[in-house]
């Protein structure tokens, strides 16, 4: 596999690839809010990670990877899908529900503030200055994006909870994915996590 120094600059198609996932990642929140007036949540997110599971691990048996658990892994399995996915997209998905669909994705992506606290407190990292400036920084952009909603959503205590939960949850996932690694493909492991969830 080949890895890019922190200073090697990203090729073009790379760029591209950010730009789409970026767009279609933003086009999201308020898609599943339309959804969701029309769809149970819980129905609604299991049937995507039901689908999308299913999907990924055909994605995988069909380039000929394998899509089998090494063995004594089941638990790791089922905790890292309770985080990353079960708490992520259950409570993230009731929280969009109760909030403007721009309100929930800022609180969701609170998620790297957790991710770091987590990795102190699991994984003995340490807060460097530069990860304290960057965390300041996009919690200080969070809060000047929710700018007068602020006011709003402390009217839905319910939904402003489901989403920190979310991002607290999907936090604690990609800790405990760093401290409990296991030895299969990144597609068959998403696929698998997916599914579980």
């Given at each position: 596999m080949t890895m890019f120094s922190?200073?090697?600059r990203l090729p073009r198609q790379g760029l591209l690839m950010l730009a789409a996932i970026s767009l279609f990642w933003g086009l999201n929140w308020p898609i599943m809010k339309?959804?969701?007036s029309e769809v149970p949540p819980f129905y609604f997110r299991s049937s995507c990670l039901l689908a999308g599971g299913l999907g990924m691990l055909a994605i995988v048996r069909a380039s000929g990877r394998t899509v089998r658990v090494p063995e004594g892994h089941w638990g790791r399995l089922l905790l890292l899908s309770l985080f990353n996915i079960t708490g992520w997209n259950?409570?993230?998905i009731y929280g969009i529900s109760l909030l403007p669909s721009g309100c929930a994705a800022l609180l969701g992506y609170t998620m790297p503030l957790w991710g770091s606290l987590l990795s102190v407190w699991i994984l003995g990292e340490r807060i460097t200055v530069r990860r304290f400036f960057g965390l300041f920084l996009g919690l200080a952009g969070i809060v000047a994006l929710m700018g007068g909603s602020l006011d709003g959503m402390l009217q839905e205590p319910v939904g402003v909870s489901?989403?920190?939960?979310?991002a607290w949850s999907w936090a604690l996932g990609i800790v405990l994915l760093k401290r409990l690694p296991v030895p299969m493909p990144t597609a068959t492991?998403?696929?698998w996590i997916m599914l579980l969830g």
């Open positions: 922190p200073h090697e339309m959804v969701l259950m409570l993230a489901c989403m920190l939960l979310s492991l998403t696929g």
